[in-house]
Every structure is written in structure tokens, then in C-alpha cells.
């Protein structure tokens, strides 16, 4: 009797890989423009966006559906309310993906981008969003508290960063924007890293039902 | 939380079919407990058990033991009557007398004593209010009860339950047939009666028991498999067989 609400499941999930491919893309493609200096690329990426709230418009609707359908319990209540609150964290990446590719388009950065550590950072952000679809694809626990454990090395990814650029600043104090560019997009990765981690606790959250070290509902 | 009703490895057989299985649970006093469970899971046995409407029923046995604030129901010296007093039950399918809606009310304090006319006005009029169904039927209380809507019967039936002044109400299924405006009517009440009564509920209702009921104990054939607060058992169920049948994946 439940083969319809499974299907239904199984098509949210879908639609949230979907989601999560979506926004693997759209980093990986503005971390190319901005260490190749890919202009397209960065297009892409900013093209990205929209699909991606669109994707993200469709999970929730489904996800009020089922709520209301099926009046869901246990795993399956977990399941629906981690998906919602997903897609948000999901939906920044996105956000993030494009306003660093939109960085990438108004200045030349990759020569400068090279001298510094933010393409280990990308590298490890895009790894962090990834293993956490993952880790809801595959229900996958461990993954996900990686995910979660992962978030202090590009925490210090970032700082390490942020003195490469200060100590640049003081030996070329007239470098001129893209230090300060290439700061703030080291900070919409740091907040990938936030979001993906957010995503990582919520699918820990589907599977124990324990949210950070609490009990919910 | 005081527990008023406990049960210690009961078994219930009816002839050769054992219906309950090493029942143990310890029912907290005013709260809402919630019985669920497939059909011919037991619940309603065991439900029917704690008044004992069950020693009507030819062939049961019983083994193990059920206490009421300490005392053995199925002791020699317990009072039948008196017990089904102080556990008061009420139905599926609202059971009105073929009479009038005062009379209905004073049936029971009647039974169990001679009150004056105005002590049974008095109770009538605070069973009515306690099932919340005094506003709607003051003018008429010389009228029929059969001639009040499923929902108001139910009341009646609950206010006639209240009448004689239990410390637990036994519910099986007491929205079932009833419309959903109805049915919130009897959970809002249900929530008032929390405040002085112990309620023991029988739903097939998943929504219902979440909604009104602070533990739930889940029952499949013939066995408790688990019983805690309602939020941890719909959230995060412990068992299995518990997870598998709130999520409807069998039963």
C-alpha cells in the first residue's frame, strides 16, 4: 500500500540529486573560470543559478505535497524535513557559485589566484558539497560526519589565505582590486563550506534523527 | 509521574488463542495513553482488560497481574462494580440510552446511589460541561438522545462516563465514526480531561494519537513491542516493527 508514496519518495530524491549535481557543477565550473580565467565557464555558472532555484522550487513543492499527502512519521518525516531544509543550504550554493563567477568575469584574478591557496580551498569546498549529496544518495553516516569534520580544514584554508593576501597587500600595497576580490571570494567558499556542512547535519539528521547532538520532534 | 495502572507479565488467552502476550506497562496517572496497533493486535483486548469487560467474554484466562494504585483487579475482594466506577469506558459507536439526555447523565449516579433532585441536576450539568456539550443542550435535556448528531452522542456518552466520577476513561476508537469537525471537538476535550483523568485511547488514527496522546504504546499480535513518549515513538521509533507500521509498510 505504499508503493505510491515510495514512488514519491524516490522522486524527491531524484529531483534533490538533481539539486546537488546541479550545484557541483556550477562551483566546479566557476573554480575553473576563476584559476583559468574561463570566461564561458563563468557564465555557466551564473546561467546555473537560475535552474537551481528552479530546482529548488520544485523539491519544496514536492516536499509540501508529501507533507500533506501523506502525513509523513519517522524516517520518512525525517527524510521530507531534511530535504526542505537542504535545498536552502543548496540553493546558496548556487548563490555563492555565481557571485564568484560574476567577480571572475569584471577582473582578470587567475594570475594572482595561482600566487595564493584558494584553489586548494575550492578544491576542498567542492569535495565537502559533493561527499554530502552523497552522503544523502547513499544514506551514508560516516560521509556525512567527514563532511562535517571537514569544514575546520577549509575554515583554515581560509585564514591561511587571508595572510597570503595580507602579506601580498604589504609588499604591493597598490596590487589594486583583486586582493580584495580574490578575499571575498576565499569567503563564498568558506560559506560553501558552512552550507554543504549544513547539509551534511541535516542528512545526519535523516538518518539518527539526532540534529548537532540533539533530539528533534 | 505516578503510574495508576500496571500491568506485570499479562497473558490473556481466549480458549486455546492467546490475544496477549507478556503485556508489562505502567500507565501514567492524567496523562493520555495511546493503544495502536493493526486489527487483531490486541489493544482493544487489553483495553478492555483494565475494567475487566473482558470476564464477560467465555473461555478467557488470564495469568499475570494488573494493578489499580497498587491493588490486584482480579483479587476476590475487588468490586466489580465499583471498579468499572473509577474506570469509566466509553465506546466505538456512541450508545446513547433510549432516553432523555438527563436521564442518560443520572443513569449511573442513580445506580450507585439515591442523590437528591438537586445533586442529580448538579452532576448533570457537570458531566455535561466536563464533555463540553452543556451549551448545546441545556434547553432540551428532557428531549431524546437519540435525537443529537453522532458527535453530540459521543459527548453524551463521555459526559455519562464522567457522571459518576472515574479517575480513567477508556477510549476505544471514540472518533472513528465520527465527521472531522466532531472529531476535533471530542481531541479538544480530550485535552481538558487530561487535567483531572487518566485517558487510555484505542485509535487506528496515526494523526490522532500524535495529536493527543503523551505515550504511545504499539501493539502487534498480541505482544507490546514498544512504548514510550508519543514524539519519540513517531519520530524516532526504537523498534523495527514499530517504524514499519506507523510508516505503513505493513498492517
Known sequence: MRNR???QLESLNNSLIRMGALCESAIANATKALLEGDRTLAGRAIEADSEIDQAEREVESLCLKLLLQQQPVARDLRQISSALKMITDMERIGDQASDISEM?????????AHAIHIGDMARATIGMVTDSIDAYVRRDLALARRVIEADDVVDNLFLTVKSELLAGLKINPAEGEAPLDLLMIAKYYERIGDHATN????????????HKGELLG | MNKIITTTNFDLYYGSFQALKSINIEIPEKEITALIGPSGCGKSTFLKTLNRMNDLVPGV??????KFHGEDIFAKEMNVNLLRKRIGMVFQKPNPFPMSIYDNIAYGPRLHGSPKKT??????????????????????LKKSALGLSGGQQQRLCIARALSVEPEVLLMDEPTSALDPGSTIRI????AELRRNYTVV???????????????????LIGEMVEFGETEQIFARPVDRRTEDYITGRFG
Request: hydrophobic residues 45%; charged residues 30%; proline residues 1%.
Open chain 2, 187 to 190: 481531541e479538544n476535550l480530550m
Open chain 2, 119 to 140: 445533586e442529580l441536576d448538579e452532576i448533570v450539568e457537570r458531566s455535561l460541561r466536563g464533555a463540553a456539550l452543556w451549551d448545546e443542550v441545556k434547553d432540551r
Open chain 2, 201 to 219: 485511547i484505542v485509535t487506528h488514527n496515526m494523526q490522532q494519537a500524535v495529536r493527543i496522546s503523551d505515550k504511545t504504546a504499539f501493539f
Open chain 1, 199 to 210: 547539509i551534511a547535519e541535516w542528512v545526519e539528521f535523516s538518518i539518527t534523527g539526532v
Open chain 1, 104 to 112: 571572475v568575469m569584471s577582473v582578470e584574478l587567475d594570475p594572482a
Open chain 2, 61 to 66: 484466562k488470564i495469568s499475570g497481574e494488573i
Open chain 1, 5 to 7: 508514496f515510495d514512488e
